[in-house]
């Protein structure tokens, strides 16, 4: 059963870091590209970053040169850490394989809210 659990969210004020983690199941992470992916209210989720299992990245432009996304394949986990955060990042923040996420899999995700 795949599993896919974020953590590190939390609020912090514009300018800013966050370091989130998704610890994944050894097996799909292995075998897959993995994303980051968030949800604002009210709108559709996107793409973040996405990291391939030799390590080539990919960012939308709204977080080139503030976001980082790494993946420790020892153990299962990628990591998003994210600077100067502004506050329209405020959003749910979830991993998911890449290109195409796993339906099944979406997690909880984990909020990440930038406020004064």
């Known amino acids: 059963q795949v599993q896919l659990v974020e953590s590190g969210g939390g609020l912090v004020q514009p300018g800013g870091s966050l370091r989130l983690s998704c610890a994944a199941s050894?097996?799909?992470?292995?075998?897959?590209?993995m994303g980051w992916y968030r949800q604002a209210p009210g709108k559709q989720r996107e793409l973040v970053a996405a990291?391939?299992?030799?390590?080539?990245?990919t960012y939308a432009d709204s977080v080139k040169g503030r976001f980082t996304i790494s993946r420790d394949n020892a153990k299962n986990t990628v990591y998003l850490q994210m600077n100067s955060l502004k506050l329209e990042d405020t959003a749910v923040y979830y991993c998911?394989?890449?290109?195409?996420?796993?339906?099944?899999?979406w997690g909880q995700g984990t909020q990440v809210t930038v406020s004064s």
């Open positions: 990291i391939t299992t030799r390590g080539w990245t």
């Open positions: 998911n394989s890449h290109p195409v996420p796993g339906l099944r899999y």
């Open positions: 050894r097996t799909f992470f292995s075998a897959n590209a």
